[in-house]
């Protein structure tokens, strides 16, 4: 029998135990059932053997027409597509069946398929990438990507081993994260990493892990000075930021951070009109700045798959608790030849996947289009995608009204959809809760 990997690597036969396929088809036609236990697990592919991928496609082929699934249909149905002596003919078929007393371990058996799939795979992507790297002229970009399509691909087929958790097991989880909170309230500390400013934490219960959050405004309203008092709050309450920019450099943020801290404007500072009572302040707050826990990322040809690669690695160093992104729209597409708004959408989602795999929170600054500047802001206003408002669980725009600062919640999966009135110094280098926070009216 012919199988599925005829390239062998330095004399090796690829990972794979056909007595294990054998098994795991034995029991599908001797315990029909057993079928819905491994439905989410393996697919035909996932066997070594092309004959094995036969039979296991005519045993699927009779559960989605809802036939019964035994040894004569299973005998038949390969018969009827001419695949019987293919793969070995009536005789070969019968003989899975006949060393299988029970499908007991079907499932732990289909778990083993599926791990010599994908180390099969790997050895594929392996292979294929040496050989594509050996090319002249290849770019280097593209054959990156490349790589990285297919091990997402490979990672999106291992999903289907995780086939849901019990009502009682989630439960558990809910009672630890509530419990947790409730400790965390009760020693005067918000549950979620803070914002900085009560009111927003009031609204939104602080940035939790998991959650997307993006954070729009057209150009000049400051956002990015906003994203950089989240950093610097969260750092100062101990958790590590890791502050992505794709316009601006690390120094050049940190200037408006320094401005913000001090209270020296950050114009003195821009052009180097320090004086010595400058200099003195910023020599004073220096020791405790310098230590904040925030890495800096600044550079300009970031991908969303670069973001996700430095986030495994800095989650696994303990130097990542949360991810500033500034901005979604400068993150460089994952294929340059798809249209813009597919772009985006690939970008978005990898950003949301990161908040839930990685268990952080994500906040991801990005632009509104032009009709923003003329009205209210709203979510149909995010430039270029609808899949960011789909994707996030936090929306929040940033605007001005008159002489004042509005941070607009427009989705809030976890809290409430309300306008809070912030008060930002002359130069929007440092934020606080207004004064007495009045309530927003209804002229906005």
Known sequence: MKNSNTNLQSGKIPPQDIEIEKAVLGSLMIEPDSIHKIGGLISKE????????????????????????????????????????????????????????????????????????????????????????????S???????SVKR??????????????GMFQS???????IEVETDCQEHAKGKQPGITTGIIELNNATGGWRNGNFVIIASRPAVGKTSLALHFAKKAAESGKWVNFYSLEMSAPDLLRIMVS???????????DGLLIDKDWATINALSPNF???????????????????????????????????????????????????????????????????????????????????????????????????????????????????YILSIAKNRRGKVCDIKIFPN?????????PLNEEITDKF
């Open 426 to 434: 002359a130069e929007m280098t440092s934020f606080n809760d207004f």
């Open 290 to 404: 310098e230590r904040l826990p925030i890495k800096w990322i600044d550079n300009p040809g970031l991908t969303a798959n670069i973001i996700k690669s430095n986030t495994i690695r800095n989650r696994k160093a303990g130097r990542c608790d949360m991810i500033i992104i500034d901005y979604l729209q400068l993150i460089k597409p994952f294929d340059k030849r798809a249209i813009r708004e597919q772009q985006i959408s690939e970008i978005s989602r990898t950003l949301k996947e990161i908040s839930l795999a990685e268990n952080i929170p994500v906040i991801c600054l990005s632009q509104l289009n032009r009709e923003a500047g003329k009205e209210r802001p709203a979510l149909h206003h995010l430039r270029e995608s609808g899949a960011i408002e789909q994707d996030a669980d936090i929306v929040i725009f940033p605007w001005k009204y008159d002489n004042d």
């Open 169 to 175: 097991d989630v439960f558990q989880k809910m009672i």
């Open 260 to 270: 913000g801290e001090s209270g020296i404007r950050r114009t003195i500072i821009r």
């Open 150 to 163: 297919k091990i997402s691909a490979l990672e999106d087929s291992s999903l289907g081993s995780n086939t």
């Open 46 to 137: 996932s066997f070594y053997l092309d004959s094995h991928r036969k039979i296991f496609d005519a045993i699927k082929r009779l559960e989605i027409t809802s036939k019964p699934i035994d040894l004569m249909t299973v005998t038949r149905s390969l018969k009827e597509i001419g695949s019987l002596e293919e793969v070995g003919g009536a005789i070969y078929v019968t003989e899975l069946t006949s060393r299988i007393a029970t499908a007991a371990h079907i499932e732990h058996h289909a778990m083993i398929i599926q791990q010599l799939f994908i180390q099969r795979e790997m050895i594929k992507i392996s292979t294929e990438t040496i050989s594509e790297a050996y090319e002249e002229g």
């Open 139 to 145: 770019d280097i970009e593209d054959l990156l990507n």
